[in-house]
């Protein structure tokens, strides 16, 4: 804009000269930003919007005095939201509002007062609020499955870390199937990124999900530490690893996740189950299973045999029994043979057609019939 100009006062003086509120808001902004150089102010942040456009519109205030300010989006996106009451540092430069006509600060920095600073801050506050709503209970964690057959991963398609992922996969349990969800996982839209990633993921059949990326500084890792993503991690219906940075790093997924991994190959060794070990295992069970089969198999036999020779000597007790009964029944029947009667000097005599004779009047004379006797039949005839 240049320095400002001098004003002409005499000009001004009269209503023919008088000058336009325009111009004297663009003066008047051309005269304080050459005036007054960038500076540090400390205050407390009260009014505080954030626009859709990611532009933070607040005032700061102390007991005697307050200024509007602004911070625009290419110079926050890499900071929590303040909120009312904090106390800031703001490094400004200042400024007027052309079209409204009012002094501001345009915020190039933002610090807070508390130690730890707004990351700090806005971490502790979203932790707490997860804790309300019980969502960092240990008890609510869920066990991963021990041989998972389709892993989701939530990363980005570019970074180590899924390289990293890949590999120990493929070398541990190359049965298991790979689905890549891309996400960024840093800047001003990780975090709805992240968030549209694991949504989509809550259609599929996964049986364990890992939401990781690599190490960062605290502003690359923010993004996990939203509570927005966080709420997102703790209701996916699978079980979840959190894989965020490098061993020192504590995000708040790492917090809600029903396992937190050091790092991205952590994450993966902690999902699948080694192969070597699993063949190993299954060598030891096959050796136990064959030593286990082959002693059932000799307790059967010699329970077959012990059952056979009772088999055995019950059926030979039963027929003996048989036997008895029979040369009973048979020394029985003997006794009431007919036969036995005719040994005894009796006969039976039939008529022609085969019957007993029983009575005289039967046999009228001339009658031809049959008389059995002890050896054999005679025949005769009624006289």
């Keep these: 804009m240049g320095p400002p100009q001098p004003l002409d006062l005499f000009a001004a003086a009269s209503a023919e000269g008088a000058w336009t509120v325009g111009e004297v808001t663009r003066r008047a902004r051309a005269v304080v930003e050459a005036g007054l150089p960038p500076l540090w102010v400390r205050g407390e942040i009260a009014n505080f919007k954030a626009w859709r456009s990611g532009h933070w519109y607040f005032s700061l205030r102390d007991t005697t005095a307050q200024l509007r300010c602004v911070m625009f989006a290419k110079q926050n996106f890499r900071l929590p939201a303040p909120s009312d009451g904090m106390q800031v540092f703001v490094f400004a430069r200042p400024s007027l509002y052309e079209e409204k006509g009012e002094f501001q600060l345009t915020v190039m920095e933002l610090l807070s007062t508390e130690q730890g600073g707004l990351w700090k801050l806005a971490f502790e506050k979203a932790k707490a609020a997860l804790t309300k709503d019980g969502l960092l209970d240990p008890a609510r964690k869920r066990r991963m499955p021990a041989f998972p057959r389709r892993i989701a991963v939530v990363t980005s398609p570019d970074g180590a870390a899924l390289r990293d992922i890949q590999a120990v996969v493929a070398r541990r349990w190359p049965l298991a199937e790979l689905v890549v969800v891309p996400a960024q996982v ?10 549209s990633a694991l949504h989509r993921i809550r259609r599929l059949p996964v049986d364990v999900l890992i939401v990781g990326r690599g190490g960062g500084s605290i502003e690359d890792l923010w993004a996990f530490n939203s509570e927005k993503v966080a709420r997102a991690v703790a209701a996916m219906p699978m079980p979840v690893i959190s894989a965020v940075g490098h061993e020192t790093d504590v995000t708040l997924c790492d917090l809600v996740a029903d396992l937190r991994a050091a790092t991205p190959s952590a994450a993966a060794a902690a999902a699948t189950p080694d192969r070597a070990e699993v063949l190993a295992h299954c060598g030891v069970v096959g050796q136990r299973l064959a030593r286990a089969l082959r002693t059932a198999s000799r307790h059967a036999v010699e329970r077959l045999d012990r059952t056979g020779d009772r088999l055995a000597r019950c059926m030979e007790s039963r027929l003996e029994q048989t036997r008895a009964r029979l040369t009973a029944h048979s020394a029985h029947l003997e006794a009431l043979s007919p036969l036995r009667v ?32 002890t050896d054999g039949e005679v025949h005769a005839r009624v006289e």
């Design 342 to 373: 005719l040994a005894r000097g009796y006969a039976v005599a039939r008529d022609a057609d085969g019957h007993v004779v029983k009575r005289v009047a039967q046999l009228p004379a001339g009658t031809e019939f049959r008389l059995r006797v």
């Design 186 to 195: 840093q800047g001003a839209k990780a975090e709805q990124s992240v968030c």
